[in-house]
């Protein structure tokens, strides 16, 4: 589907609730699949990825039912059943390498599918961990589908090179049916809602700075209240910042620190950007966030900040060509490993659009401010962050943009369309 991007005849103004954080309903989902009793989940994210962890849990023999629109309530034994069809993680990343590690400990053999651009994701940095735990796992050159069967665990002390939340809830997950403890340790403090979730969930995991250590422990079913994902947010920050005389308020935002390296890198560049009424929700701090439009420059986007902004850059690659100078975004070749690879990807579209930014091997550099021209058609590469990063661009841009395969956004946020369209007819 090309989806036509025209720059509003007005600002952006306006309130806009951002729906449910998607890594935060995934695990969700996931550890209530594990606790014995009911759980409820308010605020569930309707994206097709946390859908699909939904669905994986449900053919583990988990009872799963929408009490209203937003509300699910999960209903388990505490004990997964053997799944009588192969388990479809769809698009999402995040779904397969938490499960990997959670069935690994299973008495029972699962397969674990994906789709085209799943199929082609690294693997390989969650089979190693566990493997050396003792799990099984049969891969096809390191990618899916996998085969995943049963194994006693044991539990390890692994140090890891990448900082990455996913290989990390693997590991925990895998540790809370594994012999003895196990422990994670990364080079930066990745996304830890796994970490806080499993807490809140009674499990017997500690934390201190970049490592974490988990016991197998029984977890309690309780009620979530999820917030809305700043990675959604992201889109908007970006597009109040940089959409002349703009002025929103973005509701319900989770704040977690390990996610909030998008707000640092605003204020470094000058945006105008405050945080309002800031309280905790289900373990993770939760706020509003007002945005203004602002002259920005550019900065230097590196090291342990990465983790804290890595689904953020494709936006803050636009973002950069509204500010004036260079902004150097380094330590981010993972970029390359998501649902396209958002370096080429993202450099090659904006440079369409008359941008000037330039591709590295493991990031970009962008020099600004440059007006966007637009008046062509690009591609989304079938990645959700890429085309609400391009209808971002679109705002901007002097003539309208074409953006191809645009029904990608429903991955993490379906409802992206209607709230940004309502805030520049205000
Ligand atoms: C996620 C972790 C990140 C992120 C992804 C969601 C999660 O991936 O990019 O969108 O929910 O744990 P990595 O762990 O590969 O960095």
């Not at 945080?275 to 706020?287: A, P, R, Y």
Request: net charge neutral; hydrophobic share 40%; with cysteine.
């Amino acid at each position: 589907m090309i989806k036509f991007v025209l720059r509003p005849q007005k600002s952006l103004k306006g309130f806009v609730t951002i729906p449910s954080d998607k890594s935060i309903s995934h695990r969700a989902v996931i550890f209530s699949s594990l606790a014995e009793g009911t759980s409820v989940i308010n605020n569930f994210s309707k994206g097709a990825d946390p859908m699909s962890s939904l669905a994986v849990c449900k053919a583990l023999g988990v009872q799963t039912e929408f009490r209203d629109e937003n509300s699910v309530v999960i209903t388990s034994s505490g004990i997964l059943k053997k799944p009588c069809v192969p388990l479809d993680c769809g698009n999402s990343g995040t779904t397969m390498r938490l499960m990997t590690g959670l069935l690994a400990g299973q008495n029972f053999e699962s397969v674990l599918t994906g789709d085209e651009s799943l199929s082609k994701r690294p693997m390989k940095r969650v089979i190693e961990p566990i493997s050396l735990m003792g799990a099984n796992i049969q891969a096809v050159n390191g990618h899916a589908p996998l085969k995943v069967s049963g194994n006693k665990l044991c539990g390890i002390d692994y140090v890891s090179k990448l900082a990455s939340a996913q290989v990390k809830s693997c590991v925990l997950l895998a540790g809370l049916f594994a012999e003895g403890h196990t422990r994670f340790t990364e080079p930066y403090l990745s996304r830890n809602h796994t970490e806080i979730m499993l807490k809140y969930m009674g499990a017997d995991i500690k934390t201190d700075g970049c490592n974490s250590m988990i016991k197998p422990s029984k977890l309690n079913p309780v009620e979530i209240d999820i917030c809305g994902d700043i990675s959604s947010a992201a889109f908007f920050i970006v597009a109040g910042l940089i959409v002349p005389d703009s002025d929103i308020i973005l509701k319900n935002v989770g704040l977690n620190p390990t996610r909030t390296g998008i707000i640092d890198i605003v204020k470094r560049m000058g945006g105008r950007l405050q945080i309002l009424d800031e309280t905790v929700k289900s373990g993770e701090f939760v706020g509003d966030i007002r945005v203004q439009y602002s002259d920005l420059k550019g900065c230097k986007i590196e090291k342990d900040l990465i983790p804290r902004l890595i689904d953020e850059l494709p936006v803050i690659a636009v973002l950069a060509t509204q500010a004036q100078g260079e902004t150097i975004v380094k330590n981010a070749e993972d970029l390359r490993n998501k649902e396209s690879d958002r370096i080429k990807a993202v450099v090659g579209e904006l440079a369409k659009l008359g941008a000037n930014i330039k591709e590295t091997p493991d990031g970009f550099v962008v020099c600004g401010k440059t007006s966007l021209t637009g008046g062509v058609q690009v591609e989304s590469y079938h990645d959700h962050r890429l085309a609400m990063s391009l209808y971002v661009a679109g705002l901007v841009c002097e003539k309208s943009i074409g953006i191809n395969g645009f029904e990608w956004v429903d991955i993490s946020f379906p409802e992206f369309e209607s709230l940004i369209s309502n805030l520049s007819e205000i």
